[in-house]
C-alpha cells in the first residue's frame, strides 16, 4: 500500500508540475523565443485594428515589439476581452499584458507591472453641444458609461457616491461603444483614461468635450504572472534600452502627435 501510495504522489507531483509550467514555448524562425502579448484593440491609441489592414496596431503594441526586440523574444499578438486578460495570464495562455493597464494596488497582488511606461489620468467625457454641465457635481442623476474592469469604472463609482449617485452607470464590453453611445447622445457622459478619450474627441469631431479637470493620475505598465520574474526584468531592461535609444518618443510622437 505505501509502494502504490508513494507511486501515486509521484504522478499527481508530475501532474502539478506539467500543468504549472503552461503553455509551451516557441521558437521563431529567427530563434528567439516567442512571448505571447494580450490585448483588448478598442482602445486607440493604445490598440486598435487597422481598418486596412485587419491587424492590431497601437502606442503599446509598437512599444512592446519594440522592448521585446531588445530583450531578444518575437511577440505573438493575441486579441482578447479586456475583462479576461489577467485570468488569461494565470493559466498561462498568455505571456504579457499590454492593454493599457493602469497600475494598480489591488492589480499588483495579481501580476507583476513593469516599470510605468506612460503617465495617464481619468477625465469626463461630454457630449460638445451639451450646456447644462459645468461642474462635475452636475452629473448626478445623469446616465453614466464606463468600459468594464477599468481604472475608469472604479474612478466613476467613486465619483458617484460622492456626488450623490447617476440615474444609471453602465459598463460596455468595449470603450468603443461607450463613445458611440455618447455621441448618439444615449448616455451623458464617459468617463475614462485621458489619452483614450482625446483619441474618441478626434474621431468624433465636434461630438465630444471635456469636463472639469482630469479626475487623477495614474500611470501604465506591462503585465506578466507574477512569479515569471525572469521575463519581467527583461522588459524593464528592454524599456530602458528603447527610451535611451530614441525608439520610445519616436513611437510617442507616431501615436500621440
Same mark, same amino acid.
Given at each position: 500500500m505505501r509502494k502504490f501510495n508513494r507511486f501515486t504522489y509521484l504522478l499527481l507531483a508530475a501532474l502539478v508540475f506539467i500543468v504549472g509550467c503552461g503553455k509551451k514555448a516557441? %521558437?521563431? &524562425? /529567427?530563434g528567439k523565443p516567442v512571448i505571447t502579448v494580450a490585448c483588448e484593440p478598442t482602445f486607440p491609441p493604445f490598440e486598435m485594428i487597422d481598418e486596412q489592414s485587419g491587424e492590431i496596431i497601437g502606442f503599446d503594441i509598437d512599444l512592446i515589439k519594440a522592448i521585446a526586440a531588445e530583450a531578444g523574444y518575437a511577440v505573438q499578438i493575441q486579441n482578447l476581452g479586456f475583462d479576461g486578460l489577467i485570468a488569461a495570464l494565470h493559466t498561462g495562455s498568455i505571456d504579457v499584458i499590454a492593454s493599457g493597464m493602469t497600475i494598480t494596488e489591488e492589480r499588483a497582488k495579481q501580476v507583476a507591472f513593469t516599470n510605468p511606461y506612460i503617465d495617464a489620468g481619468i477625465s469626463v467625457a461630454i457630449g460638445a453641444d451639451s450646456t447644462e454641465f459645468t461642474t462635475l457635481e452636475q452629473l448626478k442623476g445623469k446616465k453614466v458609461a464606463v468600459q468594464i474592469g477599468t481604472s475608469g469604472a472604479e474612478a466613476a463609482e467613486k465619483l458617484g457616491a460622492e456626488i450623490g449617485g447617476y440615474a444609471k452607470l453602465t459598463n460596455y464590453e468595449s470603450i468603443s461603444? +461607450? #463613445? $458611440? &453611445?455618447? +455621441?448618439?447622445?444615449?448616455? /451623458? +457622459?464617459? %468617463?475614462? /483614461?485621458?489619452?483614450?478619450? $482625446? +483619441? #474618441?474627441a478626434a474621431r468624433y469631431p465636434g461630438k465630444i468635450k471635456f469636463l472639469g479637470e482630469p479626475l487623477n493620475s495614474e500611470t501604465y505598465g506591462f503585465a506578466v504572472n507574477l512569479e515569471d520574474v525572469e521575463l519581467l526584468e527583461a522588459l524593464n531592461a528592454g524599456l530602458e534600452k528603447v527610451k535611451a535609444s530614441g525608439q520610445y518618443d519616436t513611437i510617442a510622437d507616431k501615436y500621440f502627435k
Open positions: 516557441t %521558437i521563431s &524562425e /529567427d461603444l +461607450a #463613445f $458611440q &453611445e455618447l +455621441a448618439n447622445g444615449t448616455v /451623458d +457622459a464617459v %468617463i475614462n /483614461d485621458t489619452p483614450v478619450n $482625446q +483619441a #474618441f
